[in-house]
């Protein structure tokens, strides 16, 4: 009968083994349960998350094009439609360098243009600005030079080709 009660044990005991391998068997299958649908939350909380941070930087990116279009005639439109298909082509770079979609020579250059880009655009608009202090300033000089007439000397001594003095010269300019 000794051997009746230690089969009987044994099968207790395999039993029990079965049970507890059956319950952590559970646990692992309520635990993947868990970690796919973790992973899908994850996922769709990233994804509304990439969505909203790109339509952030595009209309952030929409804003700034504008503001340099008003700004900057590299971007701003005109009438000309090769300028226009030029200002597209630019505005399409910056947009690929922003999203990450252009070529990585391009995204390490663009930090340090951009560096660059605000002094020589504040340099180009300070040249213009002088030019055009010289611009006016010729203008009104030229209007206002006094315009010589010739004397009554000048109709005795006239002078054909080229002056032989600077006198001549003068003469010359004022016929």
Same mark, same amino acid.
């Given at each position: 009968m000794t051997n009746r009660s230690e089969g009987g044990a044994v099968a207790s005991q395999f039993l029990s083994l079965? $049970?507890? #391998?059956?319950?952590k068997r559970n646990a692992l299958e309520n635990a993947l349960v868990d970690y796919r649908s973790t992973a899908a939350n994850l996922q769709a909380e990233e994804q509304a998350e990439y969505s909203a941070t790109s339509e952030t930087i595009n209309k952030n990116f929409d804003r700034v094009s504008q503001h340099f279009a008003n700004k900057i005639e590299w971007f701003r439109k005109g009438d000309d439609e090769d300028h226009n298909k030029e200002v597209e082509r630019r505005i399409s770079a910056a947009r690929n360098i922003i999203q990450g979609n252009a070529?990585? $020579?391009? &995204? &390490?250059? !663009?930090?340090?243009? #951009?560096v660059i880009a605000k002094e020589a655009v504040d340099e180009n608009a300070k040249l213009k600005s002088e030019l055009a202090k010289y611009k006016a300033r010729a203008s009104q000089? #030229?209007?206002v030079e006094p315009r010589i007439s010739r004397g009554s000397s000048d109709n005795d001594t006239e002078v %054909?080709?080229?002056?032989?003095? !600077? &006198?001549? #010269?003068? %003469?010359s300019q004022l016929r």
């Open positions: 079965i $049970n507890d #391998a059956d319950s070529s990585q $020579n391009e &995204m &390490m250059a !663009a930090p340090f243009l #951009a000089q #030229a209007a %054909r080709g080229k002056p032989k003095s !600077a &006198m001549d #010269a003068i %003469r």
